[in-house]
């Protein structure tokens, strides 16, 4: 469940920096990387408190780890470009 929850992070950070952030600024190399993390962590931190309250504690993301899923979602976003993975349209 963790690693789904990681997924759809590392798409929605992806998504928001790529189609938001992007087409206004001038964000590349380690902007981009800063960009990806930084909204990666705004993110999570909304989703994990949206999850935890919706099911009364039942499942927390990460539960063991305070800053893992942090950069788990910001830097293989920033890689995917970088490393020309191909993503069909």
């Known amino acids: ?11 929605a950070t992806w ?10 600024l001038l964000v ?3 902007r981009k990387l800063s960009a990806m993390i ?9 989703a994990e408190a ?3 309250s919706v099911t009364n504690g039942a499942f927390q993301p990460w539960r063991g780890s305070v800053l893992g899923m ?7 976003c920033s890689e995917r470009r970088r490393r020309s993975i191909a993503v069909r349209k």
């Open 15 to 24: 998504f928001v920096v790529t189609r938001f952030v992007m087409p206004h």
């Open 28 to 30: 590349f190399g380690r």
């Open 38 to 46: 930084l909204v990666g962590s705004v993110l999570v931190w909304i």
């Open 70 to 76: 942090r950069p788990t979602t910001g830097c293989p």
């Open 1 to 11: 469940m963790d690693l789904a929850f990681a997924a759809v992070m590392a798409v």
């Open 50 to 52: 949206s999850v935890v």
